[in-house]
């Protein structure tokens, strides 16, 4: 008794999806003058004002009622049957959503009616159901999208890079677009499956060392001519699941994306310039951890200044300065804080001697 | 169709577009040299800006209309695109417009981020950005002198100044200058013909060129004396 409830259910299943009298379908209908096979005038603007709909509409049912059994009324119900054919034609209704049918029983709503149109509203929303799951792959990332999706994830390409040498071959700056400087934990490179367009964002869970749930701010990469950079940063999703901190990165395209923190060293280096040269442009970098900032050189280009610095000894800066006559000199991989103990001077004396003895050094200060 | 231009801000060969179809637009990088001798990053309101990047277009302006370009910049580091505005040169008042409802919207080609913009009309385009600091510095020619025209390019900061007056002190409106800042002129003593002076610098090693600057007002007093 149990299965054939079963058989019943799953057989009458695709009927009601078919069935016209659902609530979701609208209807209208019409009335032909006597014995005419045309619509009046009343009649087929009342019909075009619904044309648009019918248009967009997914499922169109047209019935047409046969009044009589004569073969009169057969010829006649033909000519109205071959009316509408056109008219599905013409405003370029599909064969496959709309069905026209000839029915013998008068319309319940409308008794007098010849026609009923009836039709799915195409301003309410497709109802789709569709199973979400999680796919694992086996180098430890996870996804979660729909069931239909991971066909199309599987061949992601997931690559992080967080080792110094990694994020330098990108000549990542480590500052955010406020000038801020920020401490790396990882850049993600997402690369989709050629010719992959997700229709919906997936969330990609990226297992990653360092990262905390508080506190970290996801990027995505920008770049110019000269470096890489984060930017439109926002909050990262981190938490912790089977004992590992998973970044939850929401996208839904290739790209390169970066999760970082603000870092809390607070030291300010301030580098002043020898009188009679102009600072040009600074660099401070550091391998251990991963640093490269760029100086923010006062509009005068009489000093340069870097914040929230770690202890400067383990920073090395890079300055290029020019003086009046245009000559510029580059003082490299120097340590910040022999700098702030010595002058650029004395590192440009050492390289170039013969600089003027009445250049007067300034010393650099540590704030 | 909207057709797809990148600009970088280092990019030295110019974009430009296929030659094959005659009436496509073409554009061209301008470059910050190019606004330093023949324009000036003023806005409307004569406030100088800052000079990010810029290019030039031309083309047809009714084919223009039908098919804007779209633009597309390097994004800058350490700049905001919100704070980024694109202004269009006019020639008759020498100042650069605002777009109005052109904003800059982000865009990926690939992997790359990019700022873009349409683009609907010939002109020159640049993206500019405001200066943190207002201020004006004085430069105050020697007694018996006095500039008719003259212009000043701080490349670091991408502002170009530039003024037409007759007058005997030059008002730069910004609040500092850089040792490295161009000062060109024309300038005329009393009773001699006018002369030109290009592109020397405010820097303290030209001694006898600049004195030193008086850091109340922040005025520099100007000598002649290097000249001869």
């Given at each position: 008794?149990?299965?054939?409830?079963?058989?019943?259910?799953?057989?009458?299943?695709?009927?009601?999806?078919?069935?016209?009298?659902?609530?979701?379908?609208?209807?209208?209908?019409?009335?032909?003058?006597?014995?005419?096979?045309?619509?009046?005038?009343?009649?087929?603007?009342?019909?075009?004002?619904?044309?648009?709909?019918?248009?967009?509409?997914?499922?169109?049912?047209?019935?047409?009622?046969?009044?009589?059994?004569?073969?009169?009324?057969?010829?006649?119900?033909?000519?109205?049957?071959?009316?509408?054919?056109?008219?599905?034609?013409?405003?370029?209704?599909?064969?496959?959503?709309?069905?026209?049918?000839?029915?013998?029983t008068?319309?319940?709503?409308?008794?007098?009616a010849?026609?009923?149109?009836?039709y799915?509203?195409?301003?309410?929303?497709k109802?789709v159901?569709?199973?979400e799951?999680?796919?694992?792959?086996?180098?430890?990332?996870?996804?979660?999208?729909?069931?239909?999706?991971?066909?199309?994830?599987?061949?992601?390409?997931?690559?992080?890079?967080?080792?110094?040498?990694?994020?330098?071959?990108?000549?990542?700056?480590?500052?955010?677009?406020?000038?801020?400087?920020?401490?790396?934990?990882?850049?993600?490179?997402?690369?989709?499956?050629?010719?992959?367009?997700?229709?919906?964002?997936?969330?990609?869970?990226?297992p990653?060392?360092?990262?905390?749930?508080?506190?970290?701010?996801?990027?995505?990469?920008?770049?110019?001519?000269?470096?890489?950079?984060?930017?439109?940063?926002?909050?990262?999703?981190?938490?912790?699941?089977?004992g590992?901190?998973?970044?939850?990165?929401?996208?839904?395209?290739?790209?390169?994306?970066?999760?970082?923190?603000?870092?809390?060293?607070?030291?300010?280096?301030?580098?002043?310039?020898?009188?009679?040269?102009?600072?040009?442009?600074?660099?401070?970098?550091?391998m251990?951890?991963?640093?490269?900032?760029?100086?923010?050189?006062?509009?005068?280009?009489?000093?340069?200044?870097?914040?929230?610095?770690?202890?400067?000894?383990?920073?090395?800066?890079?300055?290029?300065?020019?003086?009046?006559?245009?000559?510029?000199?580059?003082?490299?991989?120097?340590?910040?804080?022999?700098?702030?103990?010595?002058?650029?001077?004395?590192?440009?004396?050492?390289?170039?001697?013969?600089?003027?003895?009445?250049?007067?050094?300034?010393?650099?200060?540590?704030? | 169709?909207?057709i797809?231009?990148?600009?970088?801000?280092m990019?030295?060969?110019?974009?430009?577009?296929?030659v094959?179809?005659?009436?496509?637009?073409?554009?061209?990088?301008?470059?910050?040299?190019?606004?330093?001798?023949?324009?000036?990053?003023?806005?409307?309101?004569?406030?100088?800006?800052s000079?990010?990047?810029?290019?030039?277009?031309?083309?047809?302006?009714?084919?223009?209309?039908?098919?804007?370009?779209?633009?597309?910049?390097?994004p800058?580091?350490?700049?905001?695109?919100g704070?980024?505005?694109?202004?269009?040169?006019?020639?008759?008042m020498?100042?650069?417009?605002?777009?109005?409802?052109?904003?800059?919207?982000?865009?990926?080609?690939?992997?790359?981020?990019?700022?873009?913009?349409?683009?609907?009309?010939?002109?020159?385009?640049?993206?500019?950005?405001?200066?943190?600091?207002?201020?004006?510095?004085?430069?105050?020619?020697?007694?018996?002198?006095?500039?008719?025209?003259?212009?000043?390019?701080?490349?670091?900061?991408?502002?170009?100044?530039?003024?037409?007056?007759?007058?005997?002190?030059?008002?730069?409106?910004?609040?500092?200058?850089?040792?490295?800042?161009?000062?060109?002129?024309?300038?005329?003593?009393?009773?001699?013909?006018?002369?030109?002076?290009?592109?020397?610098?405010?820097?303290?090693?030209?001694?006898?060129?600049?004195?030193?600057?008086?850091?109340?007002?922040?005025?520099?007093?100007?000598?002649?004396?290097?000249l001869?």
């Amino acid at each position: 008794m149990k299965i054939c409830i079963v058989i019943l259910c799953v057989l009458t299943a695709p009927a009601l999806a078919q069935d016209s009298g659902s609530s979701e379908y609208l209807s209208f209908y019409l009335r032909y003058d006597d014995r005419e096979t045309m619509l009046s005038e009343y009649e087929e603007g009342k019909l075009l004002d619904y044309v648009y709909d019918l248009f967009l509409s997914e499922s169109v049912i047209i019935d047409i009622r046969r009044s009589g059994s004569s073969f009169a009324q057969d010829a006649l119900t033909e000519q109205r049957y071959h009316y509408f054919s056109e008219l599905c034609k013409e405003y370029q209704l599909s064969e496959l959503t709309t069905k026209i049918n000839i029915v013998t029983t008068r319309f319940e709503e409308d008794a007098q009616a010849d026609v009923r149109v009836l039709y799915r509203d195409p301003t309410q929303a497709k109802k789709v159901v569709r199973r979400e799951g999680v796919f694992t792959h086996p180098d430890g990332w996870r996804v979660n999208c729909f069931l239909s999706d991971i066909p199309f994830l599987q061949g992601t390409q997931i690559h992080v890079m967080r080792t110094p040498e990694e994020l330098s071959k990108l000549n990542l700056l480590t500052v955010d677009e406020w000038g801020n400087r920020l401490e790396i934990f990882g850049v993600v490179s997402v690369t989709l499956a050629a010719d992959t367009v997700l229709p919906s964002r997936v969330k990609f869970q990226i297992p990653l060392h360092g990262i905390s749930e508080v506190g970290c701010v996801e990027y995505t990469l920008m770049s110019n001519a000269e470096n890489t950079f984060p930017s439109n940063g926002s909050k990262a999703s981190v938490k912790r699941e089977d004992g590992l901190m998973l970044w939850k990165l929401d996208t839904n395209r290739s790209g390169l994306y970066v999760i970082a923190g603000r870092t809390s060293d607070a030291q300010t280096y301030k580098f002043n310039v020898p009188e009679g040269f102009a600072i040009l442009s600074g660099r401070a970098m550091s391998m251990s951890p991963y640093m490269n900032v760029e100086a923010v050189v006062a509009g005068n280009q009489l000093s340069a200044s870097f914040r929230n610095m770690p202890a400067p000894e383990l920073v090395t800066c890079e300055f290029t300065l020019a003086d009046m006559q245009g000559n510029e000199y580059t003082i490299a991989a120097v340590s910040a804080k022999m700098l702030m103990h010595e002058s650029f001077l004395s590192f440009l004396r050492k390289r170039d001697p013969v600089l003027p003895e009445n250049l007067v050094a300034q010393k650099n200060t540590n704030k | 169709m909207n057709i797809r231009i990148v600009i970088s801000a280092m990019m030295l060969p110019l974009a430009s577009l296929s030659v094959a179809q005659p009436n496509s637009p073409l554009v061209r990088e301008l470059d910050f040299e190019e606004v330093a001798q023949n324009y000036n990053t003023y806005n409307e309101k004569r406030e100088p800006m800052s000079y990010l990047a810029g290019f030039s277009m031309e083309g047809d302006i009714q084919l223009l209309k039908k098919n804007p370009v779209q633009v597309m910049f390097n994004p800058l580091a350490k700049v905001d695109r919100g704070d980024c505005v694109l202004m269009r040169w006019d020639p008759v008042m020498r100042v650069w417009d605002k777009l109005a409802g052109n904003q800059l919207k982000n865009t990926t080609e690939g992997r790359n981020l990019y700022w873009a913009a349409l683009i609907d009309s010939p002109g020159h385009y640049a993206l500019m950005k405001e200066l943190e600091k207002t201020g004006t510095t004085q430069l105050v020619l020697p007694s018996g002198c006095s500039a008719e025209e003259w212009r000043c390019v701080q490349q670091n900061m991408g502002v170009v100044c530039e003024g037409f007056a007759h007058t005997k002190s030059l008002s730069v409106p910004m609040p500092t200058l850089s040792p490295t800042a161009r000062i060109s002129m024309r300038y005329r003593k009393m009773g001699e013909p006018v002369q030109h002076l290009s592109d020397t610098v405010l820097g303290t090693l030209v001694s006898d060129f600049w004195k030193q600057p008086d850091a109340v007002n922040q005025t520099f007093e100007m000598s002649f004396a290097s000249l001869k």
